[in-house]
């Protein structure tokens, strides 16, 4: 079992819909949550991070942690063809981040 | 203030040869990181640095070398090059050190190898 699981997608949708992206994780005491964005040829850029069960909002993006479940996701509002792009999960399990291979999300105009 | 930077952007090498890539950052981080990035398989870490004049390994650590020449810079050599290493090469680097669980990484634009 991978340590951080992505469904590889693509996911798409409509412009001004919002797009859904989860991430699972295998290491109980992980304690530190990332989301980056990475564009075609590009390095990943932090969006969001997360620590505490819940969630958290930044503008159109809404990181959800769930640790209990093991789950975190990422939700962004009124999406835009603008964030077409990979989405990687990282968690930190106390060492370093683990990646998660990432979704790619396209937005059709 | 350029963040991370590496060189080069894109190298071609053949099988057996030897390479240094470069990665450097101003931002007076103390920890940094080599990653790979396959196709289908995201970031895997290669080594890392929590602090000047220390290295660890990471997932992936067989067929590589690193050196963290001072604080701002760090090194991943390649001494006989396979073509199971061609891939996108990304430095990162974060504030904190190893123990440090909430640091954000910050990634270099990264380095394109191709090993024939």
């Known amino acids: 079992q991978k340590e951080v699981e992505q469904n590889s997608g693509p996911l798409s949708v409509p412009e001004g819909a919002i797009a859904s992206l989860n991430c699972t994780y295998s290491d109980r005491g992980s304690q530190s949550f990332f989301w980056y964005r990475q564009y075609s040829g590009k390095s990943p850029e932090l969006i969001m991070s997360?620590?505490?069960?819940g969630d958290k909002e930044d503008g159109r993006f809404t990181a959800q942690l769930n640790k209990a479940s093991q789950y975190v996701s990422l939700l962004i509002r009124d999406s835009q063809p603008s964030d077409s792009a990979t989405y990687l999960c990282a968690v930190n399990p106390g060492r370093a981040l683990t990646f998660g291979s990432g979704t790619r999300l396209q937005v059709q105009p | 203030n350029a963040g991370v930077t590496q060189t080069p952007k894109f190298q071609v090498l053949k099988t057996g040869q030897s390479m240094t890539l470069q990665c450097a950052q101003d931002?007076?981080?103390?920890?940094m990181y080599w990653y790979r990035q396959d196709p289908g398989m995201g970031l895997r870490l290669i080594y890392y640095?929590?602090?000047?004049?220390?290295?660890d390994k990471g997932e992936v650590p067989n067929g590589y070398n690193v050196s963290r020449l001072n604080k701002r810079e760090f090194s991943l050599r390649l001494e006989s090059a396979a073509p199971s290493q061609t891939s996108v090469y990304f430095c990162?680097?974060?504030?904190?050190?190893?123990?440090?669980?909430?640091?954000?990484?910050?990634f270099g634009p990264g380095t394109r190898l191709l090993v024939l």
């Open positions: 640095s929590a602090s000047e004049g220390t290295t």
């Open positions: 990162a680097s974060s504030y904190g050190t190893s123990g440090d669980l909430q640091e954000t990484q910050y």
């Open positions: 997360i620590y505490s069960n």
């Open positions: 931002m007076n981080h103390n920890s």
